[in-house]
């Protein structure tokens, strides 16, 4: 069912963004009396799923879920249609409009995307407001995985800045610490201040073990709820009981609970709890799954949330504002990739990692939020400078208007064509990625 969920989210959300791409293009070209022959959802190869036509333009939903299109009259794209350039052009024509008019449909996709994903996130803030944890509300500090531990990270460390500069908001961290490449991390290690060194293979190290939460926060495993018919209750655990020692090994965090009865599946542990401040002794058979049947007090109750709340004035600066994050953060990722030290490119995704990114569960909010981002990831990837998408026609265009030159059109074909074998071998390539971690 989870699947499930995923995948029509992942469907919704990229037909969403297709759709309003390409109504870009199409309203710019209308804007301009440019004929517009055909607007897709998805690819039609051979044959559409749905098709119908209203004045001079054929509305359809192929069956390959690869993007959309819209078929301008006059235009070399994906299409190929080299016939219909050998005859002369007409006053409808594509290749008939001046070039400030064809720069301007060329660059109406990336702007209602961007301006989409902007406008989602006023929306966001209107609708949720912005729930984060305060960096300096962190009341047992971090949680670090062994990555973390490596460059001299450690449980319970608070930190304090980055490159001494203050962060606010814990999600932050992380992508500071990947993006920005900082060399250095002010931690307050049980009251005194210590400054860490990052090594410069830290973000490459990162990117390749794929895990993004290698720093959490960290909570006790102080218990809040137990499963009727579990070991937990047969152990006589009870609601408020802080676990602080599992067969007398300390676990201070309760991560290092998880961690150990994974480890200890199917065994009798004698658990050492704190009740009322005063310490027990407890056992409890952990399960085949390892774990014992409770719940602990949520992340919201032990660490104080910050929610800032907008009307529908203020939500606009508040969307803007991370409308322009998102494009900052997505552009130091396109650096990352092609920085050979990170080998970022290693860690491409296809289709596969976008819908793993989803929620599991039907959450607007995350999915608003995800489609956003996603909306903005378009309009930085469709102004690359690659032939078959629409920064390689704005790249000839400023060419076209710099110089006054009409690029010829066989220069034209061959660029298109040599832009979507490209294409196709990066799709190719990221699809590949995903499979490939699917079989690890």
């Not at 333009?57 to 993007?67: F, I, N, S």
């Not at 006023?122 to 973390?148: E, H, K, R």
């Not at 973000?203 to 809040?224: M, R, Y």
């Not at 793993?356 to 607007?364: I, L, M, Q, T, V």
């Amino acid at each position: 069912m989870e699947v499930f969920i995923k995948v029509v989210q992942f469907f919704l959300s990229l037909s969403i963004l297709v759709i309003i791409h390409e109504f870009g293009h199409f309203i710019a070209a209308k804007a301009f009396k440019t004929r517009v022959e055909k607007f897709y959802l998805f690819f039609d190869p051979w044959f559409s799923l749905f098709k119908f036509k209203k004045g001079d333009t054929e509305y359809g939903v192929g069956w390959l879920p690869l993007g959309g299109y819209v078929k301008i009259s006059g235009m070399i794209d994906e299409s190929m249609d080299k016939e219909a350039m050998k005859k002369p052009p007409q006053d409808f024509e594509f290749r008939s409009k001046p070039s400030w008019q064809r720069l301007i449909i060329m660059l109406g996709g990336v702007t209602v995307n961007a301006i989409l994903g902007i406008a989602i996130y006023i929306m966001i803030a209107f609708v949720w407001g912005n729930q984060y944890i305060p960096n300096d509300q962190l009341t047992y500090g971090i949680y670090c995985d062994s990555l973390a531990q490596s460059i001299g990270l450690e449980n319970g460390d608070k930190i304090l800045s980055i490159d001494n500069k203050r962060i606010e908001k814990f999600s932050d961290i992380r992508i500071d610490l990947v993006i920005n490449q900082p060399s250095t991390i002010q931690v307050d290690r049980n009251g005194s201040p210590v400054t860490i060194n990052i090594p410069s293979g830290f973000t490459a190290e990162v990117i390749k073990s794929e895990n993004v939460s290698f720093i959490t926060p960290a909570v006790i495993a102080e218990v809040n709820e137990i499963s009727p018919g579990s070991s937990a209750e047969s152990a006589g655990l009870q609601k408020g009981d802080r676990i602080v020692e599992l067969n007398g090994e300390s676990v201070p965090f309760f991560q290092d609970v998880v961690s150990y009865l994974k480890s200890h599946r199917e065994e009798n542990v004698e658990i050492g709890i704190l009740r009322s401040d005063r310490k027990q002794m407890l056992n409890a058979d952990v399960s085949a799954q390892g774990t014992l049947g409770f719940s602990i007090t949520p992340l919201e109750d032990q660490i104080p949330m910050k929610v800032e709340t907008y009307n529908a004035i203020t939500a606009i600066p508040a969307g803007f504002h991370k409308g322009i994050d998102a494009f900052s953060n997505y552009l130091k990722q396109l650096k990352l990739i092609f920085n050979p030290e990170t080998k970022a490119y290693e860690s491409l995704g296809g289709f596969i990692m976008i819908g793993k990114a989803f929620s599991p569960e039907w959450d607007w909010y995350r999915f608003w939020n995800f489609t956003a981002f996603l909306s903005i990831i378009l309009a930085i990837m469709n102004l690359l400078p690659i032939p078959a998408l629409d920064g390689g026609h704005v790249m000839f265009l400023l060419y076209e208007i710099i110089t006054r030159r009409k690029p010829h059109e066989k220069v034209m074909e061959y660029a298109q064509m040599a832009g979507m074998i490209f294409l196709l071998a990066l799709l190719l390539f990221a699809n590949g990625n995903d499979i490939l971690r699917l079989l690890k």
